[in-house]
């Protein structure tokens, strides 16, 4: 079992950055691929990027890809979301995910485990 927490976010203006974690209990996350995903209001939840556990793969969405970053120190059963030159379309809660597999999955059954969520605001 693991219990994963996420913080980092809140309101930015539009071209700014924020930088999110998620740092999980009950287990270590080092065999777990994570995940980022986000929901807006009144929109599914989707993809974002994912880390493999070894942290030298990682795979994004077209619409985050070069602005947003994934990183994990398994040390610190932490994961990170580095997000660069936001837009408004970016204002969403953001999940992060753990996937006991050694894929890199795009779709949210995939995942085992969730976070509560944490939100972020970008203003124009």
């Known amino acids: 079992q693991v219990h994963l927490v996420e913080s980092g976010g809140g309101l930015v203006q539009a071209g700014g950055s924020l930088r999110l974690s998620c740092t999980a209990s009950g287990r270590t996350i080092s065999s777990f691929t994570m995940g980022w995903f986000r929901q807006a209001p009144g929109g599914e939840r989707e993809f974002v990027g994912c880390i493999s556990w070894g942290g030298n793969l990682t795979r994004y969405t077209d619409s985050v890809e070069g602005r947003f970053t994934i990183s994990r120190d398994n040390a610190k059963n932490t994961v990170f979301l580095q997000m660069n030159s936001l837009k408004p379309e970016d204002t969403a809660v953001y999940y992060c995910?753990?996937?006991?597999?050694?894929?890199?999955?795009?779709?949210?059954?995939?995942?085992?485990?969730w976070g509560q969520g944490t939100q972020v605001t970008v203003s124009s």
């Open positions: 995910a753990a996937d006991y597999s050694f894929t890199l999955e795009i779709h949210t059954a995939s995942y085992d485990y």
